[in-house]
């Protein structure tokens, strides 16, 4: 596996890689099996595969997590290198955003409810972000994770919108074995906010329930995901949504095949998102 730190060396090798189609799976690190899972769909479908480590400053808010986000590149890489990845990119701030930086990507309408409503910077600088990495590797095929759904959604339009040669490929949710989605930031729970975050993947759980029994109506819904989340106190509720998978509009009630149910909690310090998905991501 060749790892490049610069753009410069990006440039170089990826001509050098020859006409093969690229995949590309770009990550913020602390890798895991939702991780690994993206890596190996894009080993099957592409030729050449690309993975960036890149812990993204411009999508952190100013009192989140950014300093102790979880990091191990040595673990990252041995894991990638595991995987047969082609190219590992590992730029450093100064790499992706040179001073003075003044350009951002805003997506407008799908960043401000959900996650947007607490995270207003959030999306701005993801989008940022995935635009420049898709322009720098330019692959054929760019993989994304349900479980940020939202962000998937904002991609997928900022691709359609700006007429990006590249097909987003997003992949179903990872869960360990008690159900919890994986996620880098699962690694901050104390044993007895990891058992209270179990009750959000039971809550989506509960709701999935009442939409096949025909119960379709959006308040109901929400009241029953809440009575679960209410039954640990360690758990606090930030959102539940039940929104149109169109426009991340909230609708009164679920339509089939059009509908994300979303939700985000927190677990002492650490916020954690989870959804359940009555429709196709994928493009």
């Known amino acids: 596996m060749k790892i490049c730190r610069s753009i ?78 082609d190219l590992l990119f590992m730029p450093d701030n100064g790499e992706i955003y040179p001073q003075p930086y003044r350009t951002y990507v805003n997506v407008e309408g799908l960043d401000s409810g959900l996650c947007g409503r607490t995270r207003p910077v959030h999306f701005r600088g993801v989008a940022t972000v995935v635009l420049k990495l898709l322009n720098l590797v330019r692959p054929q095929r760019a993989y994304f994770g349900q479980k940020d759904a939202q962000q998937a959604m904002i991609i997928r ?10 097909r987003i490929r997003v992949m179903p949710i990872v869960r360990d074995g008690d159900g919890l989605a994986l996620s ?50 360690l758990l606090v509720t930030e959102y539940i949504s039940i929104v149109r998978l169109d426009d991340l509009q909230d609708i ?16 002492g310090r650490t916020r954690l998102i989870d959804n359940l998905l009555l429709g196709d991501l994928s493009c």
């Open 8 to 85: 410069s060396c990006l440039q170089k090798e990826l001509p050098a890689a020859g006409k093969r189609e690229i995949g590309f799976v770009p990550t913020m690190g602390a890798l895991h099996q939702g991780h690994l899972s993206l890596v190996r769909r894009c080993r099957e479908e592409n030729g050449l595969v690309v993975v960036s480590i890149f812990v993204n400053p411009a999508q952190f808010g100013p009192t989140e997590d950014l300093q102790r986000y979880p990091r191990d590149p040595e673990k990252d890489i041995a894991m990638l290198e595991n995987e047969n990845v």
């Open 157 to 166: 339009q900022m691709v359609r919108d700006l007429n990006l040669p590249v």
């Open 184 to 233: 880098s930031r699962n690694a901050y729970l104390s044993p007895p906010e990891r058992q209270a975050a179990l009750l959000l993947p039971n809550s989506l759980q509960k709701a999935a329930a009442l939409v096949r029994c025909g119960v379709g109506e959006s308040r109901i819904i929400r009241e029953s995901m809440q009575i679960e989340l209410d039954r640990d106190p």
């Open 252 to 267: 009164p009630a679920v339509e089939p095949g059009n509908t994300l149910i979303a939700a985000a909690v927190r677990a």
